[in-house]
């Protein structure tokens, strides 16, 4: 079993930036894939980003392309979400995950970002 608590959150304007942080109650933090995932009310969540184990291999989705960083401290247990040039639309509740194989088995509770205009 593996814990996620995310915290970081927060209200903050257009053009603002937050931190997200992920820790992992697990021996084993570094065989895991992180990804970030959001969302917003009425929506479905999406994906937002995941970062290898090794850290060598890391993806964004379209949207958060070049605002926002995702990394990972493995010595910590802690993945992180670095969120620039925030924008309304990536209002939402951020998740962090963690994956061994092909499927996110464990989720955090969440973590509500709110951008105002």
């Known amino acids: 079993q593996v814990q996620l608590e995310e915290s970081g959150g927060g209200l903050v304007q257009t053009g603002g930036s937050l931190r997200l942080s992920c820790a992992a109650s697990?021996?084993?933090?570094?065989?895991?894939?992180m990804g970030w995932f959001r969302q917003a009310p009425g929506e479905d969540r999406e994906f937002v980003a995941f970062?290898?184990?090794?850290?060598?291999?890391?993806d964004y989705a379209d949207s958060v392309k070049g605002r926002f960083t995702i990394s990972r401290d493995n010595a910590k247990n802690m993945a992180y979400l670095q969120m620039n040039s925030l924008k309304p639309e990536d209002t939402a509740v951020y998740y962090c995950?963690?994956?061994?194989?092909?499927?996110?088995?464990?989720w955090g509770q969440g973590t509500q970002v709110t951008v105002s205009s």
């Open positions: 697990t021996r084993s933090f570094a065989s895991y894939t």
């Open positions: 995950a963690a994956r061994l194989l092909y499927n996110y088995e464990y």
């Open positions: 970062i290898s184990g090794s850290g060598l291999n890391i």
